[in-house]
């Protein structure tokens, strides 16, 4: 494709899953708000975000894999009128069970567009241009994370909108992303005769996950760490992935591919993107909440408190792109960013009800650069090391483990945070002479402005020293991320679409992968006219 045609479709593309990304986000600031006129639960907080990220997660691979196997177009805009539907629904729902079940259909939209946005842009740009428009998709992907809660505030605070245009503004957007890549999008349609779904392996991987990820929402909360309930969870999760793993390993077109997964690069830059994604979802959700009722911000004024991550991540993707595009390097840019990002949750890790609001946006603004130097460039690890017709399965496969991440974050988080914030205030209140089970000590009501003012500064008090202990846990599992950053192999992203045909998928790595980028060099330079010795 020219550069013109791919920018005509890439406005599309991105223009959904900024779409899909705000909606994943816009509801944190405002979730105070939803919640409180839903009278839901601290629980069913957490609830609203997790179902979109655990459908979101587990339909993951499934999309990138149906993606090798079927029109890419075609599946893209299926994914939109899904996501359009379930936003619908959600904007109408009428109590905290049917927002989460919408919200759960939702992440199925969602979990797809997030995917096949890269796997399109896979089938038409080289790995090499790939760092540059992968510097754009970051910067959507970092505007839509971390500008959601600006966004969100800003409805909940417009008295002639209301909370329920959270979900539904979404959706004017994302018809005229659809018209937009009817006219725009044109790839080669590859037929396949022999086509099989591997239905055994996407229940199995579903069902393994989702239900390890409701334990995690749960426990703490409804019943003890050590528990039965924890032992059956956890059992039949384990066992029912263990049987997913030993399927996966026998069908000829498995959901996760073992033998890519395997391969040091992409089981390195899997483990790498779980910390990411709980930087960028867990940050994002929790840092909104900490402003408004740790803090006593307005949803407008705690959206907008959120931007110096956004900055962060805006400039280091759009930058390193470009670095990557000119360099065909990523190794030291993706160790660079865990080290920022670790530094960013240490820093965070130390903040309560009273810290400098300097300090706590210096804090987001590390975590912003770190999340945009390394996001995109695992995903481009990984891509550079398969053929093109594995690159769905390929990108499903880290882009899954990277939602895991998310899920995971907001999950642990969330339930530490419940944990921390119920301790806090039982003393608090038992400082004052309060009982702590009265009514007015309840932490499962999130409305703090119905609460008495005695009452309502301790709740205060409570969230904001508890999420700085949530931080502290995020910050040891971005020391995870240098770790397997730094044992990465250096690689050197190709200037050709696809490997070529006697190159063994996996083997652009290190030496082999200069050789080859080397070599497809000057017929890359004759095509986009940029100079061979670039």
């Not at 199995?204 to 996950?209: E, F, P, Q, S």
């Not at 089981?267 to 910390?275: G, K, M, N, T, V």
């Not at 740790?294 to 670095?323: D, H, K, N, Q």
Request: charged share 10%.
């Amino acid at each position: 494709m020219s550069r013109r045609s791919i920018f005509e479709a890439l406005s599309g593309l991105l223009l959904v899953l900024f779409v899909a990304m705000l909606s994943e986000t816009v509801v944190s600031t405002a979730l105070p708000q939803i919640i409180g006129a839903l009278k839901g639960s601290q629980s069913q907080y957490t609830w609203v975000v997790t179902a979109t990220l655990l459908t979101a997660t587990a339909s993951t691979p499934i999309w990138g894999k149906l993606a090798d196997l079927y029109d890419k177009k075609r599946l893209l805009q299926a994914s939109i009128v899904i996501f359009v539907v379930a936003s619908i629904a959600s904007g109408f729902a009428q109590n905290s069970a049917q927002l989460i079940v919408f919200r759960a259909l939702q992440g199925l939209g969602v979990g797809a567009l997030q995917i096949l946005v890269q796997i399109v842009m896979a089938a038409m740009i080289s790995p090499r241009d790939r760092g540059r428009y992968y510097g754009y998709l970051g910067a959507v992907m970092a505007v839509a994370t971390v500008g959601g809660p600006l966004l969100g505030g800003l409805i909940v605070d417009t008295s002639w909108l209301g909370w329920r245009w959270c979900f539904l503004i979404g959706v004017p957007f994302s018809v005229v992303s659809f018209a937009l890549l009817q006219k725009t999008l044109k790839l080669p349609v590859v037929r396949r005769g022999d086509v099989r779904i591997d239905y055994w392996g996407a229940t199995l991987l579903a069902g393994g996950v989702s239900l390890l990820l409701i334990w995690v929402t749960f426990v703490g909360d409804k019943f003890a760490w050590l528990s039965w309930q924890t032992g059956a969870m956890v059992g039949a999760g384990a066992a029912i992935l263990a049987v997913a793993v030993w399927v996966e390993s026998r069908v000829a077109e498995p959901i996760v591919p073992l033998g890519i997964v395997a391969r040091r690069n992409t089981a390195l830059a899997i483990l790498a993107s779980l910390a990411v994604g709980m930087a960028m979802f867990g940050g994002a959700v929790f840092l909104g909440q900490y402003f408004q009722i740790g803090r006593g911000y307005s949803p407008t004024e705690a959206g907008l408190l959120t931007i110096p991550m956004m900055v962060g991540v805006l400039g280091s993707s759009t930058i390193v792109g470009r670095l990557t595009t000119r360099t065909g390097k990523v190794k030291s840019y993706i160790v660079a960013g865990a080290v920022v990002l670790t530094a960013g949750f240490a820093a965070l890790a130390t903040i309560d009800q009273h810290t400098s609001l300097v300090f706590v946006g210096a804090g987001m603004f590390l975590v912003g650069v770190g999340v945009g130097m390394a996001m995109q460039n695992l995903v481009l690890v990984v891509q550079n090391s398969v053929h093109l017709h594995e690159i769905g399965a390929a990108s499903g496969t880290v882009t899954f483990f990277r939602s895991l991440g998310g899920t995971i974050g907001v999950s642990v988080l969330g339930a530490v945070l419940a944990n921390r914030v119920s301790d806090n205030i039982a003393h608090g209140l038992a400082r004052i002479g309060v009982n702590p089970s009265a009514d007015g000590g309840d932490t499962g009501n999130l409305d703090v402005g119905a609460l008495p003012g005695p009452v309502r500064e301790i709740v205060r008090a409570a969230y904001g020293d508890a999420t700085g202990h949530i931080f502290l846990f995020s910050a040891l599992i971005a020391v995870v991320g240098i770790v397997a950053a730094a044992f990465l192999k250096p690689v050197t992203l190709r200037d050709s679409l696809d490997l070529p045909d006697d190159a063994p998928a996996g083997a652009v790595e290190a030496e082999i992968g200069e050789v080859a980028a080397v070599a497809a060099v000057p017929a890359a330079a004759s095509e986009t006219g940029r100079p061979a010795s670039r």
